[in-house]
């Protein structure tokens, strides 16, 4: 028998000596580059790409600390400190029945392992049609391991019901004209593997059964945010680049790909998976939708589109002033960048809002996945300031006719 195959390798983690998972030992063996069965932290922060030291929106510390409990196959126990999808369920059912004149509870869809993707609807005068108002869409957890987004997301949309049912003006004045759509967790079967069985998991829970480079694969999960496509012409190079060929990784780049296998798995078409059409029906279907945050982490920035392409969008000059209020409201310690960055993204959210007229953007936040859950409120507190500026902005960018106009493609326009 090899050597390699019965090898148990250990590394440093909470103050103790700790044995690398049986399931991840290949894994164990790539990272251990001297071969002594001792996992260094440095081969470690070096396997999984981590930067040689921290640096803003980026703590090496944290990131290896989630890393190891991954290695060990053992849950962060920090998901104590944070909500499950049970109880984010509960929490919003609770809000819709506490508030029953400023919000309704929808469905959206069903995950593959039958879990509701649940939405939010606030606004004023809830029982009535709302569909003349600005709509914006607060969406967290598109990612399983991003805990604290669907914190974020949550808190955001139980904030607005409390103020607004203290009568303060600000939130009275806002939910008259707008239409708010929270969403905390778009992936809820990822956000249930992350918590119990794999906490650096990042797609869907969907079974895939492909073929690639002409081999039957089977797999599990597709990337959500590389999954966003509307079926039409552009929103189908969005999804797939020009000379991608379908079903081959080869010719794919970093930032999505045909690998079922890889964490950036695009999936088979643009809106394939049940999450990714779910949100795509709420955002593209119906027309008074303006805007978008999507909460994502980490790294503390603001993220505007061009995704899939570099350069700037018509609408540029929007996303900055926009996104200048939404740094400032956050507490002004934040970046302000395009989404393409070193390398261009496919069928990512942000680009297919942005070719239907919506203002959509991305917002990176903390340092890590799975932040200490002490950092939860402030963290909070933080980014409803942000989304409140978002509603205010579009709100008054709507009333001065600066947003880009609406377009309902073909394959979400639904006779309502
Ligand atoms: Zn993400």
Redesign the pocket.
């Known amino acids: 028998m090899q050597t390699n195959l019965t090898r148990t390798y250990r590394f440093h983690h909470q103050g103790r000596t700790v044995t690398v998972a049986p399931n991840r030992t290949t894994e164990a063996q790539n990272i251990d580059k001297d071969g002594n069965g001792y996992l260094k932290n440095d081969e470690i922060a070096f396997y999984y790409g981590l930067p040689e030291e921290s640096k803003f929106g980026n703590n090496r510390e944290n990131r290896l600390f989630e890393n190891k409990f991954h290695l060990a196959g053992i849950p962060n126990p920090a998901k104590d400190g944070y909500r499950s999808f049970e109880d984010v369920e509960a929490g919003l059912k609770s809000l819709a029945k506490k508030y029953p004149e400023a919000c309704e509870l929808k469905v959206l869809g069903k995950t593959a392992e039958g879990r509701p993707i649940y939405a939010l609807r606030v606004t004023a005068d809830a029982k009535k049609d709302s569909s003349h108002k600005v709509g914006v869409v607060f969406k967290g957890l598109?990612?399983a391991r991003?805990w604290s987004?669907a914190e974020v997301v949550f808190d955001s949309a139980a904030k607005t019901l409390e103020k607004y049912a203290a009568g303060e003006e600000d939130y009275v004045r806002r939910l008259e004209s707008a239409e708010l759509w929270f969403s905390p967790v778009v992936n809820a079967d990822g956000l249930e593997y992350s918590r119990n069985v794999d906490n650096t998991w990042?797609k869907n829970r969907a079974p895939v059964d492909t073929v690639v480079n002409g081999a039957r694969i089977f797999e599990v999960g597709v990337d959500i945010?590389r999954n966003y496509g509307d079926g039409s012409e552009l929103g189908n190079l969005i999804f797939r680049p020009l000379g991608d060929k379908p079903n081959h990784w080869q010719d794919d780049f970093e930032n999505g790909n045909d690998a079922p296998w890889s964490p950036v798995y695009r999936g088979e078409f643009g809106g394939s998976e049940a999450e990714t059409d779910a949100l795509q029906r709420l955002e593209l279907g119906n027309p008074n939708i303006r805007g978008v945050l999507s909460y994502?982490?980490f790294g503390e920035s603001f993220v505007y589109p061009p995704g899939y392409h570099k350069g700037d969008v018509e609408h540029g000059d929007l996303f900055r002033r926009l996104g200048g209020k939404l740094v400032e409201a956050a507490g002004g310690d934040m970046e302000l960048k395009t989404s393409c960055g070193l390398y261009p993204i496919s069928g990512s959210g942000l680009d297919i809002q942005y070719i239907n007229g919506i203002v959509g953007m991305l917002v990176?936040i903390n340092d890590c996945f799975q932040p200490d859950p002490a950092v939860l409120s402030s963290t909070s507190e933080r980014f409803h300031g942000a989304n409140m500026t978002f509603v205010d902005e579009l709100l008054k960018e709507s009333k001065e006719g600066n947003l880009p106009e609406r377009i309902v493609p073909d394959r979400y326009n639904m006779v309502k």
Do not use: A, I, L, P
């Open positions: 598109e990612h991003e987004t990042r945010n994502h982490s990176e």
